[in-house]
């Protein structure tokens, strides 16, 4: 285990939802036994999933507010997005990737960290990468 990961809404998302191996790296990171980075982006992707949920009536608002409530709890460090915008843009546009995907690969990168996440498309561009399938 890489004692610091880059961890993206979709990671954390799957791991809300009970993924096995999601639930025990968000303990690690809990618990402090692996250092967790993210771009500021990891919240309003998070904000937003849960807002899609909560209008199909999959989620309720309280259960909603209570995910992003736990997500920014988690001790992450945060990396602003104007830190991560232009080399992003260049690994989307050399990856194929979407510029918010591309900013957790840069920062993963930038930071040798692992990178968790359960976007296969994103997983794939990164040499050290962990997918929660």
Known sequence: MNSTVVIDASAFLRAAAGHAEGLK???AIEDRAVFAR???LFYAEIANAVLRRVRRGGVEREEALELIEIATQL???VT???ELAVPAFEVA????????DAC???LAEQARATFLTADRAA???VAD???LT
């Open 104 to 106: 957790y690969v840069v």
């Open 25 to 27: 790296w968000l303990e």
């Open 80 to 82: 602003a997005l104007r």
């Open 129 to 131: 990468s962990i997918l």
């Open 123 to 125: 997983a794939a561009t």
């Open 75 to 77: 001790p992450i460090r």
């Open 38 to 40: 993210a771009p500021d």
């Open 93 to 100: 546009r050399e990856r194929g990737l979407s510029a918010y």
